[in-house]
Nanobody
């Protein structure tokens, strides 16, 4: 099994920055990736960003591209999400997710079903 623990959430003002961490324990899946999702009150969970463990390929949703940066530390089994220029609409519970299945050529893995393990979530609140 895999356990994921998010941290780093909090309250920030619009325009501010915040860095989230997701520490993974248990099995690793070197031929797969990790993702960040978020869920605002009354809304469905949505994709934010993902990164492949091997090679470090990244992909972002259009809403966060150029503001958020996903990164990783393979030795620490940790994934990060640096969030800059935060907006009130970024307010949500942020979840990290791990895929236990290998990726195939051309896969982007941006859906919830593409992931197998989820963290408990960390609250990010951006005030206006």
């Amino acid at each position: 099994q895999v356990q994921l623990v998010e941290s780093g959430g909090g309250l920030v003002e619009a325009g501010g920055s915040l860095k989230l961490s997701c520490a993974a324990s248990g099995r690793t899946f070197s031929n797969s990736g990790m993702g960040w999702f978020r869920q605002a009150p009354g809304k469905e969970r949505e994709f934010v960003a993902r990164i492949f463990w091997s090679g470090g390929s990244t992909y972002y949703s259009d809403s966060v591209k150029d503001r958020f940066t996903i990164s990783k530390d393979n030795a620490k089994n940790t994934v990060y999400l640096q969030m800059n220029s935060l907006k009130p609409e970024d307010t949500a519970v942020y979840y990290c997710a791990a895929r236990a299945r290998p990726i195939s050529p051309g896969m982007v893995i941006v859906t919830q079903k593409a992931y197998d393990y989820w963290g408990q979530g960390t609250q990010v609140t951006v005030s206006s």
